[in-house]
C-alpha cells in the first residue's frame, strides 16, 4: 500500500518534523494539534526550518534562489493544520505524537479507530511504550506499527520501524517504505522497552544524571567528557534538556513500574525535582541549564 497521505497527531517538538519530513518526501500531511496556539506555533516551526534548509542548499550552490523558494512554497502547500480528529478519516498512515502518556495515547488509537478508513495504518512515534497495547486498543492490530523518528526530525537519519507479533507485513512494508520516504535509514525493531536506541541511550542519560546528583562531576564536565572522549554530538545533559525532562521522565516511570526489577531503568532524583518545578528543559528555556534559543549556559 503506497502511503499518499499523512495525519500526523500532535505538532510539538516531534510532531512538527515528522509533518515536514513527510510534505518533503512528497506526501500531503494532515497535522492535528489539541488547541490552536500549539498548531500555529508547530506551523511556524516547520516555517522557519523549511526557511534555513533552504537558506543552506543555496549556499551551498545546491540550489538556485528560485527553486529553493520553490521547494519551501510546495512543501508547505501540503500541509494543512486542523484541531478536529476527523480531517484524517482518508489518511493512508496516522502518526501519533503526543505527550509520552500510554493512557491518552491508548485512547486516541481507539477513537481514530471509529473515524479513520479500515486501510489506514497506524503508528505511534513512543520513545518507550509498546505498541502492541496501542494496537489492541486501536482495535485493528494488524495495522499497527511504530515509527520512532529521532530529535530533530529533520536533521537525524534513523527511524525505527517497530512490528508486534499482529503487524501485518503489509503494514510493516508500507511503514518502512514510507521511513525512506521521509529521508530516513529505517531499521527493523521489535516491541521492545526503547527499541534498540533508547533501550541503550536512556540508561545512559540516567547514568550521566546520577553522577551528576552524587557530586561525581559538574554538568560541564559530564558533557564535555562525552563529546570530546567519545566524539559525541551533544553531552548527556545537554541531550536530556534537548529531549525535554518531562519526556525523560514519562519513559522512565512507565519502565520503572514495568520492570522494577531492571536495574539500568532508574530515576534520578534531580530529573524529578526539575519535572516538579515546570523546569522541563530547552522548550521551556530552563532544565539543567538555563536556555536562550540554541544558546546555554
Ligand atoms: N531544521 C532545519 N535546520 C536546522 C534545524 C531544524 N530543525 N535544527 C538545526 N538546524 C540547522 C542549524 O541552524 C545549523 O545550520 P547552520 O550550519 O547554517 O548554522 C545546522 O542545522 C546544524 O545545527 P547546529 O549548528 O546546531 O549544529 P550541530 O552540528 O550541533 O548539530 C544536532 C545539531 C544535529 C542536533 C547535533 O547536536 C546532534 O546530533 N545532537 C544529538 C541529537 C540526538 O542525540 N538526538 C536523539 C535524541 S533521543 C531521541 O530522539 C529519541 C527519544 O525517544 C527520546
Ligand atoms: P511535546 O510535548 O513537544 O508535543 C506533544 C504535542 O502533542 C503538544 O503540542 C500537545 O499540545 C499535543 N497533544 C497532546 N495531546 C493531544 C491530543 N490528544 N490531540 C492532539 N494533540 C495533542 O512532546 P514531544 O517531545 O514532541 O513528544 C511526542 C512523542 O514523541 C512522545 O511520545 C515522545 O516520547 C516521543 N519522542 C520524543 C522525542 C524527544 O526527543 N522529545 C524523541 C522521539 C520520540
Known amino acids: ?39 500555529d506555533r508547530g506551523l511556524g516551526r516547520i516555517e522557519k526550518s523549511l526557511a534555513k534548509l533552504a ?112 503487524t501485518s507485513e503489509e503494514s510493516f512494508a508500507a511503514a518502512r517504505a514510507f521511513g525512506e ?19 541503550l541511550l536512556v540508561p545512559y542519560m540516567v547514568q550521566a544524571l546520577m553522577m551528576l546528583d552524587r557530586g561525581d562531576a559538574s554538568k560541564e564536565d559530564i558533557d564535555a567528557a562525552m563529546q570530546l572522549g567519545c566524539g559525541y554530538p551533544m553531552g548527556p545533559i545537554t541531550l536530556t534538556d534537548y529531549v525535554g525532562l518531562d519526556t525523560t521522565l514519562s519513559i522512565l516511570k512507565g519502565w520503572v513500574d514495568r520492570y522494577p526489577d531492571e536495574p539500568a531503568f532508574a530515576i534520578p532524583r534531580s530529573l524529578e525535582e526539575k519535572v516538579a518545578a515546570g523546569k522541563l528543559g530547552r522548550k521551556t528555556g530552563e532544565g539543567f541549564y538555563v536556555w536562550e534559543g540554541d544558546k546555554k549556559r
Open 1 to 39: 500500500m503506497a502511503i499518499r497521505k499523512v495525519g500526523v497527531i500532535g505538532c510539538g517538538l516531534m510532531g512538527h518534523g515528522i509533518v515536514q519530513v513527510a510534505a518533503q518526501g512528497g506526501c500531503d500531511v494532515v497535522a492535528v494539534e489539541a488547541d490552536q496556539a500549539a498548531l
Open 55 to 166: 537558506a543552506k542548499q543555496v549556499e551551498k550552490g545546491k540550489l538556485a534562489e528560485d527553486a529553493a523558494e520553490a521547494f519551501v512554497k510546495e512543501t508547505r502547500g501540503r500541509i494543512t493544520g486542523s484541531l478536529e480528529r476527523s480531517a484524517v478519516a482518508d489518511c493512508d498512515l496516522v502518526v501519533e505524537a503526543i505527550v509520552e502518556d500510554l493512557d491518552a495515547k491508548k485512547a486516541l488509537f481507539a477513537e481514530l479507530n471509529g473515524i479513520c478508513k479500515p486501510e489506514t495504518i497506524f503508528a505511534s512515534n513512543t520513545s518507550s511504550f509498546p505498541i502492541g497495547e496501542m494496537g489492541s486498543a486501536s482495535g485493528r492490530p494488524q495495522n499497527m506499527v511504530g515509527l520512532h523518528f529521532f530529535n530533530p526530525v529533520q536533521l537525524m537519519r534513523l527511524v525505527e520501524v517497530v512490528r508486534t507479533d499482529d
Open 181 to 199: 520516504a521521509c529521508g530516513k535509514t529505517p531499521v527493523s525493531c521489535k516491541d521492545t522497552p526503547g527499541f534498540v536506541v533508547n533501550r
